[in-house]
């Protein structure tokens, strides 16, 4: 299952920037379990994600979470804006450039990390399990597709 990149932004886009049943204290933190990540998903299906910290359209840092059920991946796209990402479950599958070629691609297991770095095209995506995927970076942040659209289902190739 593949989101285009335009799919991506009206994700963004589409989230109000709050966190119910997060714990903020008057001090200032906040604490979050797993399960309280507010995801979304513009399809209702699908990728997903979740805002965390702050607003990607507004300037400023701002920390959400992607989440890619099983098979699902990105279109080629890029950011306007570095963009920092680290794997917080699964084994993410990343790839760059404007064509998706999953026998390319390059798996990332938990606690990997990956610098998107402004302007660089770039896909990604989940093999045979979910994966959720954190990223941090500063707003404003545009998402711009990239390429002709990859398949909408791939073989991913098994980790390395």
Known sequence: MAIGACALVALAEAFE?????????SDGFIRLLPEQAPFKSPLGAGPSQAVIYGDPSKPGIYVVRNRF???AHSNPHFHSQDRHATVIKGV????VGEKIDFD???????????LHP?????????GAE?????????????????GAPGPQDG??????
């Open 104 to 114: 390319s691609a390059i798996p990332l297991k938990e606690g990997s990390y990956m």
């Open 130 to 146: 979910e994966v959720v995927v954190q990223i941090i970076g500063v707003g404003p942040v545009t998402t711009t597709p990239a």
């Open 92 to 95: 993410w599958y990343t790839g």
């Open 69 to 71: 059920p099983p098979g």
């Open 155 to 160: 073989h991913w190739p098994k980790p390395k």
């Open 17 to 25: 920037f709050s966190l119910p049943g997060a714990a903020e204290t």
């Open 118 to 126: 402004a302007n660089a095209v770039h896909w990604d995506g989940a």
